[in-house]
């Protein structure tokens, strides 16, 4: 009876609230869409870069870099200066800014020209804290923590880059060249310890304004699931970079992130218009995208090795991969290890080896899975 | 009483042998003699005797000539082509009428006994007697049996007008019923009941048949016969489903009798016959089937009316403000379904007695616990129960009802498996009380208090509450036969908390208030036939916390922050007139006059003119003390219906109204949600005003077994409320730096084809309808799709609507809803870029596009228990299927960056077929 009544109600609930989340593809949208798009930070006594890119339509593949552009920095009271283009819509130059001074962007293109706001110069704070916890038992949340001690900053943004070292499924010391296999020389040519590097995608900023002190507590930033990814196998790094905002700027990030990450539940806002501090002087119709911010931007790395975590874990990141042998013989072998199917790993016998041991590239070679060999200078 | 009416009649009937012998002949010559004088003349030289009303033939002059002509000849040909008539009684006594007729014989079949008394051969001569005023087409029913003598018995009836008062009842529980209509039909006059079931007509004095008749009641008639002002009460029986004979014919007609427009009216037996999706009866869903009322989704707490903000309806449970109407969500409505009596919506001529929002009133009133008996009901569900406890505790005169409704989901949420909905919680309760009392004849008293709670927690770290409170207390004393009056004092609450523990260095709670206390007193004054005056006033008191937040815990860092407090005065005078013009033409004239004070204690800030108001612009800072008057805004509201009768099947209605609101509800969301909240107006925010024109033709077709309507309406809002981008309207202490005001245009035609009783009942129903927006703030750098005008978030043109009941037997029944509308308008992403590592999307002008189109069907079978006198306890019970086709009706579309790529979503509340059992009891 217990039973029954659980299964009737567990039944009506789920049909009751069947809420259900479909993919939708409007086959809209062929509104015209080739509108400039600027980002970028002036960044004090560091590379500053600006990307420039055209908005392209939804169901079109790939970014529209604009590589046409002439790009120089004005400030209110300095001669204007020329950012060097970089090639793939980037435009790089190393400033140093004047906090005295307020900069505009001025941008040349396409027979248009385009400027920002000027916009003051400020200086973030030094960053507190990074920081880690364990959450729900099985990932580990990385936060920031900052503030300032004289109360200025109070609108706060950051991204980040993460490295991490991880393993191949197996370790291969043998290596197939000039048509035989050798041993490697270890252990310059070892290839299974890998380090990946990866930038933020989303956007992290936050406001100390309902506070009675300038303080940022643990804001999170990555969210790490130990079963869903590699990050935490071996030695995990992130290096945060903080900037300092207006509270026009904030505002911007702050809408930028709800239009595009944050909506779905039934009481989440509406998209709002997208505030803008470029404009484009030619046509004063054409929206531009983007907000323009210069200041110094402060950083902290963090580190978290493996063991680090209060308890063990460990996840079989390659289940598909498995080791095979074959009977040492030179021309078996050329056959087939030449077409790089596989690639051997080691060799066994029992008085000398009779059987090499060998698996498909991706269990071997860590640089398929997107990482490098070279270690890190930081590392 | 048969016997007193035969002693009455006898002697007149009597008198018709004797009189056609002798007729007196008349002569003389007349040239444009005035008519009086001509009178005289002929009473000089006959026995008769005239009796007519001066102001009614000081304009008859007379010319013609007499030789020895009887006076039927000479008035015949007097008054041909004219609208006078005449009538003479066996005591040579003349009357002398305008604009009808009074009839002198008596038909066959009207006294069967005198019948066969009176011989066949007895050729009763044209006007020899005066009987009385009589209905032709008279029909018995067993309640309207023997004759009703009203006032002061007199041998021969007096001329002119008596008023008729008194009280319908409900026979089985003794409450009175409310908006039933009185009437007669020759000449067609009528009224309806007021709030606590009185009437007051003015008839002339004779014979007549009372007809009253009530949604879902059997209908009555009543053989009166009005000598002078009197009382009748009338009981009425409820059209219970087992007397199949009986014809329930209630409301016919009242769509073309009354001169509002607009006004659509459900009872407690069409909401439950409407399927829902939690299997109870829910208001909020029912109203949404009318013509005119939308939604921007299921699951919402808001309506919108022709094209109104969800803030512009003014809901009202007995006569108190309702500030949040739902619960958990929007899935179920404040209001337990048992309780109920009527819901009335006014959506185009809002009576001058209601004020203070733009779009609609929506008065909701529950019934009065049974005054003859102890008796209770309830329903059981998987996720809620309820019980209503009634009975009386003086009989007849004083009753109380308890009623409470309370939803236990938590124990089905513990069962589930995901770990968000296990740490989840989600219930809400509300409570009930009424205590009714007839003091006596004259006086009154009624007491209504109302407590609703919703509670939930997403996860397990953040906790909403919400609840509402409402009293009010009426007095309705009878002053005289022509005037009575309603008093009423209420007290509504909205609370809202928020309270979040996830980190305890940002830990808060949020609250938030709105108290109001209101006194009204209204007015009914009937002056004479063509007057009907009803006036009134009312003192509402507003006392706002907007926001409170504080730290939760030792550790937590939060600022503690409390905005200030807001109140402020919304009085108000009305006086309206219903003015039968012609028996066909009849004007509601209403004015009301409002006055909104903004209090202190307040800080108030002035901003440079000519410029959007942000910090950078503040010129001067006032402090106000408490209760100072800080801003006065007042105007006058016009309320214009006018009713113009084409015959006995069609009218047609025109109504002119303007509004004015002082309050504001601050929502940047798509949907209402529990913690939006409401804003008075101040010196920087400007009251909304609205006015409407509408226009409509009715018809009834087959008797009134088919009501066709078509209503077309325009109106337009100003100063409603929209959000500057990145505004933060939650503790945000100078709101008016982060809002700018629209203005907004609406318009529509509704038709409506309804057939409301019948084995086959129900209606069907289309909706042509837009409503637009446009920024009308010239101070603002805020510029929504360029200035334009920019559809709403609930404009639908298209809206069809089938609700049907069809009634196998007596207790089997089965309901079928079809709806369709166009999907409403959403800002669709138009173009991608990358902009901070990730893929974005670039959005159209606001409501550019829409979402895909509504359609759902739902169906419910009812099925009564027995209906044995003797058994313990009634039930019924109903099997639903709500959104049976299981179609994916889309409340929400969205678009997310995900790891690098835009994708889109569409998100459907109900996405299949949704069965629910329901089961009820009634003892």
């Given at each position: 009876m217990k039973d029954y009544w659980k299964y009737i109600s567990l039944f009506m609930i789920s049909l009751t609230f069947s809420g259900c989340v479909e993919e939708y593809k409007p086959d809209v949208v062929n509104a015209p869409n080739n509108f400039l798009v600027v980002e970028g930070t002036l960044l004090d006594g560091d590379s500053t870069v600006i990307l420039i890119s055209r908005t392209s339509s939804l169901d079109s593949l790939g970014i529209r870099p604009v590589n046409n552009a002439s790009v120089t920095v004005e400030g209110s009271?300095?001669?204007?200066?020329?950012?060097?283009?970089?090639?793939?819509?980037?435009?790089?130059?190393?400033?140093?800014?004047?906090?005295?001074?307020?900069?505009?962007?001025?941008?040349?293109?396409?027979?248009q020209v385009y400027y920002s706001e000027f916009v003051p110069v400020k200086n973030a704070p030094e960053i507190s804290n990074v920081g880690w916890d364990v959450v729900s038992g099985n990932a580990v949340q990385i936060n920031v923590s900052s503030g300032d001690p004289e109360n200025n900053t109070l609108y706060y943004r950051w991204d980040f880059t993460e490295t991490w070292e991880y393993r191949s499924a197996y370790?291969?010391?043998?290596?197939?060249?000039?048509?035989?296999?050798?041993?490697?020389?270890?252990?310059?040519?070892?290839?299974?310890?890998?380090?990946?590097?990866r930038e933020s995608t989303d956007i992290y900023a936050a406001s100390s304004t309902q506070l009675n002190q300038d303080v940022i507590s643990k804001y999170p930033l990555q969210l790490i699931r130990l079963e869903d990814d590699n990050r935490l196998d071996r030695r995990y790094s992130i290096l945060v970079r903080q900037y300092a905002l207006t509270r026009e700027a904030y505002e911007f990030w702050d809408i930028l992130k709800s239009n595009t990450e944050n909506l779905g539940t039934l009481f989440d806002p509406q998209p709002s218009q997208l505030p803008s501090n470029f404009y484009c002087d030619t046509d004063p119709e054409e929206p531009v995208i983007g907000y323009l911010s210069a200041g110094r931007v402060t950083q902290k790395r963090l580190f978290i090795a493996k063991d680090e975590i209060p308890f063990s874990f460990d996840f079989n990141r390659y289940p598909t991969c498995s080791l095979d042998s074959i009977v040492i013989d030179s021309t078996l072998n050329y056959n087939y290890f030449s077409n790089s199917f596989n690639i051997p790993v080691d060799a066994y016998g029992i008085f000398e080896p009779t059987h090499y041991l060998h698996a498909p590239p991706s269990c071997v070679d860590c640089r398929l899975a997107g990482g490098t060999l070279e270690k890190p200078t930081f590392w | 009483m048969k016997g007193i009416l035969y002693t009455l009649l006898l002697p007149l009937l009597l008198t018709f042998t004797v009189k056609a012998q002798n007729e007196p002949r008349i002569s003389g010559s007349y040239t444009n003699t005035p008519f009086a004088e001509w009178v005289k003349d002929v009473e000089a030289q006959s026995p008769y005797h005239f009796f007519y009303k001066t102001e009614l033939t000081d304009t008859l002059s007379v010319t013609l000539t007499?030789?020895?002509?009887?006076?039927?000849e000479l008035l015949d040909r007097l008054f041909a082509n004219r609208e006078f008539h005449y009538a003479i009684d066996g005591q040579n006594r003349v009357f002398i009428t305008y604009g009808w007729e009074i009839q002198t014989r008596l038909p066959k079949g009207f006294f069967n006994t005198l019948e066969t008394q009176k011989?066949?051969?007895?050729?009763?001569?044209?006007?020899?007697?005066?009987?009385?005023?009589?209905?032709?087409?008279?029909?018995?029913?067993?309640?309207?049996?023997?004759l009703y003598e009203i006032g002061v018995r007199t041998n021969t009836l007096k001329e002119g007008n008596a008023v008729l008062t008194g009280r319908v009842l409900n026979v089985q529980s003794g409450e009175p019923i409310v908006g039933a209509n009185v009437f007669i039909k020759n000449p067609l006059i009528g009224t309806s009941t007021d709030p606590l079931g009185y009437y007051s007509l003015s008839l002339p004095r004779g014979r007549h048949t009372l007809h009253i008749t009530n949604l879902g009641m059997r209908e009555v008639e009543r053989n009166i016969l009005l000598y002078s002002n009197g009382e009748l009460d009338i009981e009425m029986r409820e059209a219970v489903q087992s007397l199949q004979e009986v014809e329930v014919s209630a409301e016919k007609d009242r769509n073309l009798r009354r001169t509002e427009m607009g006004i659509e009216q459900l009872d407690v037996k069409t909401l439950k016959q409407i399927p829902s999706a939690v299997g109870e009866a829910d208001v909020l869903r029912a109203v949404l089937t009318l013509p005119g009322v939308k939604s921007v989704g299921e699951a919402s707490?808001?309506?919108?009316?022709?094209?109104?903000?969800?803030?512009?309806?003014?809901?009202?449970?007995?006569?108190a403000v309702v500030y949040n109407p739902s619960h958990l969500f929007g899935f179920f409505s404040s209001f337990n379904p048992d309780i109920l009596k009527d819901v009335q919506l006014y959506k185009s001529s809002i009576p001058a007695e209601y004020g203070g929002r733009l779009s609609s009133v929506l008065d909701i009133s529950s019934r009065e616990g049974n005054k003859k008996k102890f008796a209770g009901s309830g329903g059981i569900g998987l996720i809620t129960g309820r019980l209503t406890l009634e009975g009386p505790i003086i009989k007849d005169r004083t009753s109380v009802m308890l009623s409470g409704r309370a939803n236990y989901s938590n124990w089905i949420l513990k069962l589930l498996d995901n770990e968000d909905f296990r740490s989840s919680r989600a219930s809400f309760y509300d409570l009930n009380l009424g205590v009714s009392h007839q003091i006596n004849k004259t006086n009154d008293l009624s007491l209504n208090a109302y407590y609703s709670s919703d509670r939930f927690r997403f996860r397990s770290d953040t906790t909403y509450n919400y609840r509402n409170y409402s009293a009010s207390l009426n007095w309705k004393h009878i002053f005289s036969d022509k005037m009575y009056a309603n008093f009423s004092g209420s007290y509504s609450a909205y609370v809202f908390g928020v309270e979040s523990e996830a980190n305890p260095v940002n830990a808060y709670?949020?609250?938030?208030?709105?108290?109001?206390?209101?006194?009204?007193?209204?007015?009914?004054?009937?002056?004479?036939i063509r007057h009907s005056l009803k006036f009134g006033a009312s003192v509402l008191h507003y006392n706002l916390q907007p926001g409170s937040y504080q730290p939760n815990g030792d550790q937590s860092l939060v600022n503690a922050e409390t905005l200030e407090q807001e109140q402020a005065l919304e009085n108000a005078i009305y006086i309206s007139d219903e003015y039968a013009i012609t028996s066909s033409l009849t004007l509601d004239a209403g004015l009301?006059?409002?006055?909104?004070?903004?209090?202190?204690?307040?800080?108030?800030?002035?901003?440079?003119?000519?410029?959007?108001?942000?910090e950078f612009t503040v010129t001067d800072t006032s402090f106000y003390a408490a209760n100072e008057l800080v801003k006065t805004y007042h105007g006058p509201e016009f309320r214009m219906g006018l009713r113009w009768s084409l015959g006995d099947h069609s009218s047609l209605k025109a109504s002119y109204n303007t509004l004015r609101q002082y309050i504001h509800l601050l929502s940047n969301t798509t949907a209402i949600s529990p913690t939006d909240f409401w804003k008075l107006s101040d010196p920087n925010i400007q009251p909304q005003l609205g006015q409407q024109l509408s226009l409509g033709y009715y018809h009834n077709l087959f008797g009134g077994q088919l009501e066709a309507s078509v209503e077309t309406y325009y109106k337009t809002t100003n100063n409603y409320l929209d959000y500057k981008s990145g505004a933060t309207l939650i503790m945000n202490p100078n709101i008016e730096r982060d809002v700018v005001t629209t203005r907004g245009r609406a318009y529509g035609v509704e038709f409506l084809l309804k057939k409301p009783s019948g084995k086959l009942n129900g209606w069907l129903s289309y909706t042509y309808s837009r409503s637009l927006l446009q920024v009308g703030d010239p101070l603002t750098n805020e510029n929504i799709n360029d200035g334009d005008w920019y559809p709403s978030n609930f404009d639908k043109p298209h809206d069809i609507t089938f609700i049907g009941n069809y009634r196998f037997t007596h207790r089997l029944s089965f309901s079928l809803n079809v709806t369709y509308s166009t999907g409403r308008p959403i800002t669709l992403p138009i173009a991608r870029y990358n902009y901070a590592g990730s893929e974005r999307v670039y959005y159209s002008d606001r409501n550019a596009y829409r979402i895909p189109d509504y359609f759902r069907t739902d169906i419910a079978l009812n099925i009564e228990g027995n209906h044995k006198v003797n058994k313990l306890a009634h039930s019924s019970w109903t099997f639903a299927v709500y959104n049976l086709t299981g179609r994916k009706n889309p409340y929400s579309v969205y678009f997310i960056s995900q790891n690098g790529s835009v994708n889109g979503y569409k998100l459907s509340i109900f996405g299949q077929a949704i069965p629910t059992v329901t089961y009820n009891f009634r003892f």
């Amino acid at each position: 009876m217990k039973d029954y009544w659980k299964y009737i109600s567990l039944f009506m609930i789920s049909l009751t609230f069947s809420g259900c989340v479909e993919e939708y593809k409007p086959d809209v949208v062929n509104a015209p869409n080739n509108f400039l798009v600027v980002e970028g930070t002036l960044l004090d006594g560091d590379s500053t870069v600006i990307l420039i890119s055209r908005t392209s339509s939804l169901d079109s593949l790939g970014i529209r870099p604009v590589n046409n552009a002439s790009v120089t920095v004005e400030g209110s009271s300095s001669p204007p200066f020329a950012l060097e283009n970089s090639g793939n819509g980037m435009y790089k130059a190393l400033l140093s800014l004047d906090a005295g001074q307020d900069y505009r962007l001025k941008i040349e293109a396409d027979n248009q020209v385009y400027y920002s706001e000027f916009v003051p110069v400020k200086n973030a704070p030094e960053i507190s804290n990074v920081g880690w916890d364990v959450v729900s038992g099985n990932a580990v949340q990385i936060n920031v923590s900052s503030g300032d001690p004289e109360n200025n900053t109070l609108y706060y943004r950051w991204d980040f880059t993460e490295t991490w070292e991880y393993r191949s499924a197996y370790t291969s010391v043998l290596k197939f060249e000039d048509n035989e296999v050798k041993p490697r020389d270890l252990p310059e040519e070892l290839i299974n310890t890998c380090y990946r590097t990866r930038e933020s995608t989303d956007i992290y900023a936050a406001s100390s304004t309902q506070l009675n002190q300038d303080v940022i507590s643990k804001y999170p930033l990555q969210l790490i699931r130990l079963e869903d990814d590699n990050r935490l196998d071996r030695r995990y790094s992130i290096l945060v970079r903080q900037y300092a905002l207006t509270r026009e700027a904030y505002e911007f990030w702050d809408i930028l992130k709800s239009n595009t990450e944050n909506l779905g539940t039934l009481f989440d806002p509406q998209p709002s218009q997208l505030p803008s501090n470029f404009y484009c002087d030619t046509d004063p119709e054409e929206p531009v995208i983007g907000y323009l911010s210069a200041g110094r931007v402060t950083q902290k790395r963090l580190f978290i090795a493996k063991d680090e975590i209060p308890f063990s874990f460990d996840f079989n990141r390659y289940p598909t991969c498995s080791l095979d042998s074959i009977v040492i013989d030179s021309t078996l072998n050329y056959n087939y290890f030449s077409n790089s199917f596989n690639i051997p790993v080691d060799a066994y016998g029992i008085f000398e080896p009779t059987h090499y041991l060998h698996a498909p590239p991706s269990c071997v070679d860590c640089r398929l899975a997107g990482g490098t060999l070279e270690k890190p200078t930081f590392w | 009483m048969k016997g007193i009416l035969y002693t009455l009649l006898l002697p007149l009937l009597l008198t018709f042998t004797v009189k056609a012998q002798n007729e007196p002949r008349i002569s003389g010559s007349y040239t444009n003699t005035p008519f009086a004088e001509w009178v005289k003349d002929v009473e000089a030289q006959s026995p008769y005797h005239f009796f007519y009303k001066t102001e009614l033939t000081d304009t008859l002059s007379v010319t013609l000539t007499a030789t020895q002509n009887t006076l039927p000849e000479l008035l015949d040909r007097l008054f041909a082509n004219r609208e006078f008539h005449y009538a003479i009684d066996g005591q040579n006594r003349v009357f002398i009428t305008y604009g009808w007729e009074i009839q002198t014989r008596l038909p066959k079949g009207f006294f069967n006994t005198l019948e066969t008394q009176k011989p066949d051969h007895t050729q009763a001569p044209d006007r020899d007697v005066l009987v009385d005023y009589f209905q032709p087409d008279r029909k018995q029913t067993d309640e309207g049996e023997g004759l009703y003598e009203i006032g002061v018995r007199t041998n021969t009836l007096k001329e002119g007008n008596a008023v008729l008062t008194g009280r319908v009842l409900n026979v089985q529980s003794g409450e009175p019923i409310v908006g039933a209509n009185v009437f007669i039909k020759n000449p067609l006059i009528g009224t309806s009941t007021d709030p606590l079931g009185y009437y007051s007509l003015s008839l002339p004095r004779g014979r007549h048949t009372l007809h009253i008749t009530n949604l879902g009641m059997r209908e009555v008639e009543r053989n009166i016969l009005l000598y002078s002002n009197g009382e009748l009460d009338i009981e009425m029986r409820e059209a219970v489903q087992s007397l199949q004979e009986v014809e329930v014919s209630a409301e016919k007609d009242r769509n073309l009798r009354r001169t509002e427009m607009g006004i659509e009216q459900l009872d407690v037996k069409t909401l439950k016959q409407i399927p829902s999706a939690v299997g109870e009866a829910d208001v909020l869903r029912a109203v949404l089937t009318l013509p005119g009322v939308k939604s921007v989704g299921e699951a919402s707490t808001g309506f919108n009316v022709r094209g109104g903000g969800a803030d512009q309806n003014l809901i009202l449970f007995n006569d108190a403000v309702v500030y949040n109407p739902s619960h958990l969500f929007g899935f179920f409505s404040s209001f337990n379904p048992d309780i109920l009596k009527d819901v009335q919506l006014y959506k185009s001529s809002i009576p001058a007695e209601y004020g203070g929002r733009l779009s609609s009133v929506l008065d909701i009133s529950s019934r009065e616990g049974n005054k003859k008996k102890f008796a209770g009901s309830g329903g059981i569900g998987l996720i809620t129960g309820r019980l209503t406890l009634e009975g009386p505790i003086i009989k007849d005169r004083t009753s109380v009802m308890l009623s409470g409704r309370a939803n236990y989901s938590n124990w089905i949420l513990k069962l589930l498996d995901n770990e968000d909905f296990r740490s989840s919680r989600a219930s809400f309760y509300d409570l009930n009380l009424g205590v009714s009392h007839q003091i006596n004849k004259t006086n009154d008293l009624s007491l209504n208090a109302y407590y609703s709670s919703d509670r939930f927690r997403f996860r397990s770290d953040t906790t909403y509450n919400y609840r509402n409170y409402s009293a009010s207390l009426n007095w309705k004393h009878i002053f005289s036969d022509k005037m009575y009056a309603n008093f009423s004092g209420s007290y509504s609450a909205y609370v809202f908390g928020v309270e979040s523990e996830a980190n305890p260095v940002n830990a808060y709670t949020l609250d938030y208030d709105i108290a109001q206390t209101q006194a009204k007193a209204d007015f009914s004054y009937f002056l004479n036939i063509r007057h009907s005056l009803k006036f009134g006033a009312s003192v509402l008191h507003y006392n706002l916390q907007p926001g409170s937040y504080q730290p939760n815990g030792d550790q937590s860092l939060v600022n503690a922050e409390t905005l200030e407090q807001e109140q402020a005065l919304e009085n108000a005078i009305y006086i309206s007139d219903e003015y039968a013009i012609t028996s066909s033409l009849t004007l509601d004239a209403g004015l009301r006059y409002s006055f909104f004070h903004f209090l202190g204690p307040q800080t108030v800030y002035d901003y440079a003119p000519g410029q959007p108001k942000s910090e950078f612009t503040v010129t001067d800072t006032s402090f106000y003390a408490a209760n100072e008057l800080v801003k006065t805004y007042h105007g006058p509201e016009f309320r214009m219906g006018l009713r113009w009768s084409l015959g006995d099947h069609s009218s047609l209605k025109a109504s002119y109204n303007t509004l004015r609101q002082y309050i504001h509800l601050l929502s940047n969301t798509t949907a209402i949600s529990p913690t939006d909240f409401w804003k008075l107006s101040d010196p920087n925010i400007q009251p909304q005003l609205g006015q409407q024109l509408s226009l409509g033709y009715y018809h009834n077709l087959f008797g009134g077994q088919l009501e066709a309507s078509v209503e077309t309406y325009y109106k337009t809002t100003n100063n409603y409320l929209d959000y500057k981008s990145g505004a933060t309207l939650i503790m945000n202490p100078n709101i008016e730096r982060d809002v700018v005001t629209t203005r907004g245009r609406a318009y529509g035609v509704e038709f409506l084809l309804k057939k409301p009783s019948g084995k086959l009942n129900g209606w069907l129903s289309y909706t042509y309808s837009r409503s637009l927006l446009q920024v009308g703030d010239p101070l603002t750098n805020e510029n929504i799709n360029d200035g334009d005008w920019y559809p709403s978030n609930f404009d639908k043109p298209h809206d069809i609507t089938f609700i049907g009941n069809y009634r196998f037997t007596h207790r089997l029944s089965f309901s079928l809803n079809v709806t369709y509308s166009t999907g409403r308008p959403i800002t669709l992403p138009i173009a991608r870029y990358n902009y901070a590592g990730s893929e974005r999307v670039y959005y159209s002008d606001r409501n550019a596009y829409r979402i895909p189109d509504y359609f759902r069907t739902d169906i419910a079978l009812n099925i009564e228990g027995n209906h044995k006198v003797n058994k313990l306890a009634h039930s019924s019970w109903t099997f639903a299927v709500y959104n049976l086709t299981g179609r994916k009706n889309p409340y929400s579309v969205y678009f997310i960056s995900q790891n690098g790529s835009v994708n889109g979503y569409k998100l459907s509340i109900f996405g299949q077929a949704i069965p629910t059992v329901t089961y009820n009891f009634r003892f």
